[in-house]
């Protein structure tokens, strides 16, 4: 049985625990936050583009952590 839906969805890049990036080739990623859930992201246009901001964010989001 195959669910696709479609929602917007917000997510906190500081409750972001893990992302796994290894299905590039699929343009698929998936985002683990920190209650355990987990969200798949596919059929990006511009896959290379969403990774490095979202790498970006992650990176800029523990600086500022660190800070605090």
Known sequence: ???DT???IEIPI???RGVD????QKKKMTIIIEDGSE???MDFLRYD???QNL??????QSCQAERS
């Open 39 to 41: 969200f798949l992201f």
């Open 6 to 8: 479609h929602e917007q």
């Open 1 to 3: 049985m195959k669910l």
């Open 14 to 16: 500081r409750n972001i």
């Open 21 to 24: 990036l290894n299905e590039s």
């Open 49 to 51: 583009k969403a990774r």
């Open 55 to 60: 790498e970006e964010a992650i990176l800029w």
